[in-house]
């Protein structure tokens, strides 16, 4: 599930990668998607097993999962505001 998780965050960087600078609110939007993606497969393996403690720690990662989501898209976010604001700066301080 692990490996699940990171080859999806893997991907969600790879597509911020091919993006390029200016468009951080459509990647962070991506990155979203997809661990809502992920945390709904989550939810649907719980939904469909008879076992209490294996549906809710399902639940449990499905959780997890979106939260770092939220997080991982936060910091794309931030980080590509934090280098366009970068670059602003520079041009100012060169006039």
């Given at each position: 599930m692990k490996i699940l998780v990171k080859a999806a965050?893997?991907?969600g960087l790879l597509t911020l990668a091919?993006?390029?600078g200016g468009?951080?609110?459509r990647a962070a939007?991506?990155?979203?998607?997809n661990a809502e993606n992920i945390a709904e497969n989550f939810e649907a393996a719980a939904e469909n097993t008879s076992n209490d403690q294996a549906a809710?720690?399902?639940e449990d990662?499905?959780?997890a999962v979106r939260e770092q989501g939220d997080e991982k898209a936060d910091a794309v976010d931030a980080t590509?505001?934090?280098?366009s604001n970068g670059s602003v700066q520079s041009n100012v301080?060169?006039?």
């Open positions: 965050a893997a991907a091919a993006c390029g468009a951080d609110d939007e991506n990155i979203e998607a809710e720690a399902l990662k499905a959780e590509d505001n934090a280098a301080s060169g006039m």
